[in-house]
Nanobody, 123 residues
Framework: VQLQASGGGLVQAGGSLRLSCVASGRTFSNHGMGWFRQAPGKEREFVAGISSSGGYTHYADFVKGRFTISRDNAKNTVYLQMNSLKPEDTAVYSC?????????????????WGQGTQVTVSS
């Protein structure tokens, strides 16, 4: 599985962005998917995850109520809708795929990674 993330950019605080991650291959619907982020000088951290069917989602506490993860298996794509963005959300956001029904909260649970997309939130 190869993953290609896009949709990052520069936005003012309070604004919104939608990230997309397109997967190659015919087994996308067999993979749990996750979004992670990494800010300069900080470790990579979990943002959101979704099961292979899309029926189960989970979020880091710091994005609950602001971010929504979803997927379209017909398009081999997972999305991250980010609303009410804050300057502290500034980071490189990466998508990842896990060969399992459920997604996970830790980077080492994932089998495939896409390149990141930069999100910058100005105050």
């Amino acid at each position: 599985v190869q993953l290609q993330a896009s949709g990052g950019g520069l936005v003012q605080a309070g604004g919104s962005l939608r990230l997309s991650c397109v997967a190659s291959g015919r087994t996308f619907s067999n993979h749990g998917m996750g979004w992670f982020r990494q800010a300069p000088g900080k470790e990579r951290e979990f943002v959101a995850g979704i099961s292979s069917s899309g029926g189960y989602t989970h979020y880091a506490d710091f994005v609950k109520g602001r971010f929504t993860i979803s997927r379209d298996n017909a398009k081999n794509t997972v999305y991250l809708q980010m609303n009410s963005l804050k300057p502290e959300d500034t980071a490189v956001y990466s998508c990842a795929a896990k060969r399992a029904y459920f997604s996970g909260s830790y980077p080492n649970e994932y089998d495939y990674w896409g390149q990141g997309t930069q999100v910058t939130v100005s105050s």
